[in-house]
């Protein structure tokens, strides 16, 4: 079931999602400071064009907060807000249910990428 739930999710929203993070990850790839953060950005694209299956659990300590703060600041609030919108459009069908709450799942991981494992 949820290869027929990642094939529509891709033609539905997360091509575009997914294109997103890999932009963001490019550029944070530009500075030799923020190569660690464009991988996280580029690992994480994977997890948006494919969603359904995975798991996310949250942790990390200081070094993941001070991260998160500095992503949040130049690209997270911009890939959350992003999702936030694809996934109320979405949410107006019943159809589209599914897959605007991956989207509010995404959302959420875009504040907070660092400290998160993706299972």
Same mark, same amino acid.
């Given at each position: 079931?949820?290869?027929?739930?990642?094939?529509?999710?891709?033609?539905?929203?997360?091509?575009?999602?997914?294109?997103?993070?890999?932009?963001? @990850?490019?550029?944070?790839?530009?500075?030799?400071?923020?190569?660690?953060?464009?991988?996280?950005?580029?690992?994480?694209?994977? /997890?948006?064009? #494919?969603? #359904?299956?995975?798991?996310?659990?949250?942790?990390?300590?200081? @070094?993941?907060?001070?991260?998160?703060?500095?992503?949040?600041?130049?690209?997270?609030? /911009?890939?959350? /807000?992003?999702?936030?919108?694809?996934?109320?459009?979405?949410?107006?069908?019943?159809?589209?249910?599914?897959?605007?709450?991956?989207? #509010?799942?995404?959302?959420? /991981?875009?504040?907070?990428? #660092? @400290?998160?494992?993706?299972?």
């Amino acid at each position: 079931m949820s290869i027929i739930g990642n094939l529509l999710w891709f033609l539905c929203g997360g091509l575009l999602s997914g294109l997103s993070w890999c932009a963001a @990850g490019l550029f944070w790839c530009v500075t030799i400071v923020g190569i660690p953060i464009g991988m996280q950005c580029f690992k994480l694209a994977g /997890l948006t064009f #494919f969603p #359904f299956g995975k798991e996310i659990q949250y942790g990390g300590g200081a @070094g993941s907060f001070l991260m998160n703060v500095l992503w949040m600041i130049f690209s997270g609030f /911009l890939l959350a /807000l992003e999702s936030i919108i694809m996934g109320a459009v979405l949410c107006i069908t019943i159809v589209g249910i599914p897959f605007g709450l991956q989207h #509010f799942k995404i959302a959420k /991981l875009a504040l907070m990428p #660092f @400290g998160a494992e993706v299972r």
